[in-house]
């Protein structure tokens, strides 16, 4: 159930051929992991020594919803009423556990898929209405770190996942979630600070999640009932720009990439200058968490490049308003390779880049001497990212780039961390730019003569002498007889000597 729940390994799950061929089968046996299951009574699952029951329930607890989930989803015609009724109270009963008190996540303990199947319960029992959005407003407030593949997520993913499918379904449902989302995570937030406060006073020191939310349910039960309504509006919402980051990052991962909704791209701005503002501060009392903030970036780089070419002139503004010579900015751009390498957008990739062009050029006017300044020139010509040895091109490098990366060499130069991340990029993802490139690399020797005296990047003499070594093994007589072309490998092969390179040496004396 759970290899064809996460559709992992189709052929695992289609091994068992009893299951396949009688779903009924599946079920039957829940039934019968149930009825034990209810006989044994509050198991100390955390105890060294199990006792039979204990290991029991340890190895077979999560079954139920897991198989549950398969069969709503994939056998739903093959069940009677009476088995999909079944099914639902067992998925919402899992789905809930996360509000009850003591709760805590546990891979595979069944919350992750019956909350993901939560938008096709909707669908099939539009009377569970109030029940789903509950569990789905409320789940996103638990921002508790999940483990395994999904380490680096808070618990809040599971449901931001599942109001993803609801878009195209149910739309007004899905945006009364994000606008609920908005309206009432401050207020529990707020509320939740002041219970501590109150116990702290009293002397009690544990949390006690289940009176933060008895409370939160009792004061916000009008708000609560307008998102279960679809009542609630953008119009509700007051100072979106000044809420925390972590909520507005939520909210930006709530709203689907490829958005026509007005209401959405309001709020998508607000967002993002929030976090420009931010995150491009010079105030070192600034901090932003690293966590808050990649996951925010990374968002962002995956909704420009799905965004209308059109617009994403007006969602970078913020950026190039506030652009500056920050960790952040390199961090940025580097988001912005890994999307691309995922969503393989062309254009509007190369629509971003020259966009930040001429920002990039202004800020190594004075070298690499200012903060991050060769981070931010690494990130912008690929050389941050961690390819694979064996990658020798990339979708995005195309021949009519090739003008891009001449203008670049010639304006930022002088500049170390551009002749290491040029010459890194002609030795991996640009390598069939390299009869251009060696006249770049040429070029940028010849026109910033004190580059040879600078301090460069670790591996920038290593790359060079790979791609001259590269070339004129491959044009070794074209380089002998073309004067001009033997002169611009041999200032590649002067600077490499004088950086005291045998191989500059040695190549030099071969074509002499």
Known sequence: AEFKINNDDKYKYKQHKQYEKDPQLALKEV???????????????????????????????????YVCSVLIRDHFNELSKEEKTFC????????????????????????????????????????????????????????????????????????????????????????????????????????????????????????????????????????IQDVIGNILALS??????????????????????????????KIVKMIISAFAKKILSDDRDEKID???????????????LNSHKDEIQDYLKPFLDNFNT?????????????????????????????IFKEKVIEICKDGDRQWYVEKIVKSYLFAQVPWKETAKEWHSLKD????????????????????????????????HYLDDGIFWISNMLSNNRDLVNKKLEVDTIYYIENLVRKYTFKNREKVRKTKALKDNILIILNFLIEKGSVVGYILRESIV
């Not at 009825?35 to 999560?62: A, G, T, V």
């Not at 407003?137 to 809040?156: A, I, K, Q, R």
């Not at 991962?253 to 007005?262: A, C, R, S, V």
């Not at 690293?290 to 420009?304: S, V």
Request: net charge negative.
């Open 31 to 65: 039934k019968d992991i149930l009825s034990k299951l209810n006989n044994i009574e509050s198991p100390e699952i955390f105890k060294i020594d199990h006792s039979e029951e204990e290991r029991y329930f340890m190895f077979n607890h999560s079954i139920p919803a």
């Open 88 to 223: 639902k109270d067992i998925i919402l009963e899992v789905a809930l556990s996360p509000l009850k008190p003591n709760y805590q996540y546990q891979i595979s303990d069944g919350v992750q898929p019956t909350i993901s199947l939560l938008p096709t319960l909707l669908e099939a029992f539009p009377e569970e209405k109030e029940n789903i959005k509950i569990v789905l407003l409320l789940t996103l407030f638990n921002e508790y770190p999940v483990g395994g593949m999904l380490s680096n997520e808070s618990f809040s993913i599971f449901p931001i996942m599942a109001i993803h499918k609801l878009w195209k379904k149910n739309f007004s449902d899905a945006q009364s979630l994000l606008f609920g989302y908005l309206l009432l995570k401050p207020q529990y937030d707020e509320l939740r600070e002041r219970i501590r406060e109150e116990n702290y006073k009293k002397g009690i020191y544990e949390s006690r999640d289940n009176q933060l939310l008895e409370k939160f349910l009792e004061e916000n039960e009008e708000n």
């Open 236 to 265: 509700n919402l007051k100072d979106i720009d000044k809420l925390d980051l972590r909520t507005l990052k939520t909210a930006f991962q709530l709203i689907p990439q490829k958005t026509d909704n007005e209401d959405h791209k």
């Open 290 to 304: 690293y966590k808050i903030k990649h996951d925010f970036l990374k968002t962002y780089a995956y909704f420009i």
């Open 326 to 354: 920050s960790e952040s900015v390199a961090d940025l751009f580097q988001e912005f390779v890994l999307s691309e390498d995922m969503l393989n957008t062309d254009d509007k990739f190369w629509l971003v880049w020259n």
């Open 400 to 431: 009519k780039n090739k003008r891009f990366f001449k203008e670049v060499s010639q304006k930022i130069g002088h500049c170390p961390s551009a002749i290491y991340a040029i010459s890194k990029l002609l030795n991996d993802i640009g390598s």
